[in-house]
């Protein structure tokens, strides 16, 4: 079956600090990938997303993603953390061409000052 | 662009009564989603329809929940009889494509 497992429910960072949010994958050939970040009481909005070509892709805030095919890993990065990108960050995954989207079970990020 | 418009923001029933969520995809988007938000559950799928139709319903539970998009600019999400394990956030989300574009979510409360 198709599934999107972000392994960590809360991860803590102090400000400044590099960030990287784990997203392994599970899908026959290569799904599309995105990330998606939740912030308090609001929608997701969509970071990035990859489709193909480059497997690093480049998000809005300074944020990017590694795809990994060996791997089945579509890992966020940012190289330093500020206090507002406090959220929960949830990662998706959707069979190439499809439009129904699987969501991970989502990591809560707190930046501490 | 307005984004997805989610009506209302809030809303709180009494037990047993029905409750109506309203979402209005962005304009020129074939596809609408609706999505269950909790602590315990997490974002759960509930169902989507594209060119209006409805496509996959796999996550609606059996009773009580149905939802219908009528025409391009609208789709409903109904309760009836709703139940205090139904509070949530109900997130409806629309696409042209594999990105969806969310709106802020409608808080359901049922007493």
């Known amino acids: 079956a198709q599934s999107v497992t972000q392994p960590d429910a809360r991860v803590t960072v102090s400000e400044g600090a590099s960030l990287q949010l784990r997203c392994k994958y599970s899908?026959?050939?290569?799904?599309?990938l995105f990330w998606y970040v939740q912030y308090q009481r609001q929608g997701l909005q969509l970071l990035l997303k990859?489709?193909?070509?480059?497997?690093v892709v480049q998000g809005v805030n300074g944020f990017e993603a590694e795809f990994s095919k060996s791997d089945s890993s579509f890992h966020l990065r940012k190289a330093s953390v500020h206090w507002s990108d406090s959220a929960v960050y949830f990662c998706?995954?959707?069979?190439?061409?499809?439009?129904?989207?699987?969501f991970g079970s989502g990591t809560r990020l707190l930046v501490s000052p | 662009n307005a984004g997805v418009i989610q009506t209302p923001r809030h809303k709180v029933t009494g037990k047993g009564q029905e409750a109506t969520l309203w979402c209005e995809p962005i304009?020129?988007?074939?596809?609408v989603f609706w999505y269950r938000q909790t602590i315990v559950q997490g974002l759960e799928f509930l169902t989507y329809?594209?060119?209006?139709?409805?496509?996959?319903d796999s996550g609606m539970p059996k009773e009580r929940f149905s939802a219908q998009m009528p025409n391009q600019s609208h789709s409903t999400l109904k309760i009836q009889s709703t139940q205090p394990q139904d509070s949530a956030v109900y997130l409806c989300?629309?696409?042209?494509?594999?990105?969806?574009?969310f709106g802020p979510g409608t808080r359901l409360t049922v007493l």
């Open positions: 989300a629309s696409s042209s494509g594999p990105e969806q574009y």
């Open positions: 899908y026959s050939g290569t799904p599309y």
């Open positions: 990859y489709y193909s070509g480059d497997p």
């Open positions: 998706a995954a959707s069979r190439t061409g499809g439009y129904k989207v699987v």
């Open positions: 304009s020129g988007h074939s596809a």
């Open positions: 329809f594209r060119n209006q139709a409805p496509i996959d």
